[in-house]
C-alpha cells in the first residue's frame, strides 16, 4: 500500500485539519452519521482529500499517528465506512470525503467460527474482530494464499464489497479440521464446504508432502 508524497499530503488543508484531534473529531462525526445502518459507501463519489496517517496492522490493530486505537466502538464505526477501490487503495469514505488509509494484511481478522450442518448442508460462519458476522458461501468466498516460507496457506474471507478478513491461526486449525478430500475439475483436493460451495485449500498430493507422507 502506497502512500502519497508528504508534499501532496500537506497541500490540501482538509486533510491537515485532519490530522489534529479537532479534525479527526470532525471525521468522526461524519462517519457515524455515515455509519448508521449499512451505510452505501460503494455508491458514493466524493473528492479524495489525500492519505491520512492511519493503518490496520496485520493482527487487527488500527493505529492512528503511530498510536494504537484503543477504543473498539470507534474502530468499529471507521470500519463501517471502509472502502477498497479499483486502484487497490483502502479508503475512510463519508458522503463528502475520502482519505486514504494503509493495510498491513487485511481489513479484518475472523476470531471465531462456528459449524451447522454436514456434507453438502454444511455452513461456516466468521465473527471478525470488529463484529461482522459473515457466512462463507457463493457471495463471501474463501480464498488460500501460499506462505512460500512455511509452505502453508493463509485464508482470507470476503467480508463486503473488496473487504477481506484474515482468517485467525486457530480459527484456520478449526477449518482445517473439518477439511475433506474433494475432487475439482479432476484433481483431489483438500478443501472445506459452507453453503454448497466447496473452497479448495490445495492439492491433496501437497498436503501429504506437507505431513510427510508418501503421495
Known sequence: MHRQSDKNVSNDPRLSKMQ?????????????????????????????????????????????????????PLVQ???SVLRKDEDGK?????????????????????????VSGAGANQSLTFRTNV????????????????????????????????LEALVARPVMYEMIDIGEEIDVDGVAMFAVRSQGTVFPIMPVSRLNRLAGQDD
Request: aromatic letters at 8%; charged letters at 25%.
Open 20 to 72: 489534529d484531534a479537532s479534525g479527526l473529531e470532525a471525521l468522526i462525526a461524519r462517519a457515524a452519521r455515515s455509519g448508521r445502518g449499512a451505510p452505501p459507501v460503494e455508491r458514493w463519489d466524493p473528492p479524495f482529500c489525500g492519505d491520512l496517517d492511519m493503518e490496520i496492522k496485520s493482527d487487527g490493530t488500527w493505529f492512528y499517528l503511530g498510536t494504537p486505537i484503543g477504543r473498539m
Open 131 to 162: 463484529g461482522d458476522v459473515v457466512e462463507a458461501g457463493p457471495e463471501h468466498r474463501l480464498r488460500f494464499v501460499e506462505e512460500e516460507a512455511t509452505g502453508g496457506v493463509k485464508p482470507y474471507l470476503a467480508v463486503r464489497g473488496r
Open 90 to 114: 483502502t479508503y475512510l469514505v463519508t458522503p463528502v470525503e475520502k482519505v486514504g488509509i494503509r493495510v498491513e494484511d487485511a481489513h479484518f481478522v475472523a476470531v471465531e467460527m462456528a
Open 77 to 79: 464505526l471507521f470500519s
